[in-house]
């Protein structure tokens, strides 16, 4: 893949193909470990390792702001910062600090993210551009996340 970089650049930016043309001829780039590679190859940067540790830097830093956010906004944060005081993974703490951002900022969660259950994945198609997050059942954490940019209707998403 780094010996087609520029050619890809090249191409993607001249001509602006549609999600499904680049997936036909660079099915790679469409894989969790090659988007890392990319976006390492671009940057030199480690995506997730540093996206990862930032969001821990910051954390006790996000929770002071969103703690002193007052109104009707303020209100509605605090069940995700209740959930935050309980949560005792690394894992659950990082989502409910993203999610206490998403509220904080004003923006709608359900614009945003979509829940689905495994068995009811492939009925998604009509989500495009949301993240979809996939549960073995609706009390279980999610089992996979997948972000859904353009769906061909042929095709099933994965």
Not at 2 to 12: D, I, N
Not at 31 to 40: D, L, N, P, V
Not at 83 to 105: F, P, W
Request: hydrophobic share 35%; with cysteine; net charge negative.
């Amino acid at each position: 893949m780094s010996k087609t970089f520029s050619s890809r650049r090249l191409e993607v930016v001249s001509s602006s193909p549609a999600v499904q043309d680049v997936k036909e001829r660079w099915p790679a780039l469409f894989s969790e470990a090659q988007i890392k590679e990319e976006f390492r190859r671009i940057t030199t940067i480690r995506l997730e390792e540093t996206f990862m540790s930032k969001l821990d830097g910051y954390t006790p830093r996000l929770l002071e702001l969103v703690r002193a956010k007052g109104g009707m906004a303020g209100t509605k944060l605090r069940p995700i910062l209740d959930a935050i005081n309980q949560s005792h993974g690394i894992e659950r703490k990082r989502d409910m600090v993203i999610q206490s951002l998403i509220e904080y900022l004003g923006e709608s969660r359900e614009e945003l993210f979509h829940d689905c259950q495994e068995h009811d994945r492939e009925g998604q198609a009509q989500h495009i551009m949301k993240i979809l997050v996939v549960h073995g059942t609706p009390e279980e954490d999610p089992s996979d996340v997948a972000i859904v940019i353009e769906v061909d209707t042929d095709e099933k998403m994965k």
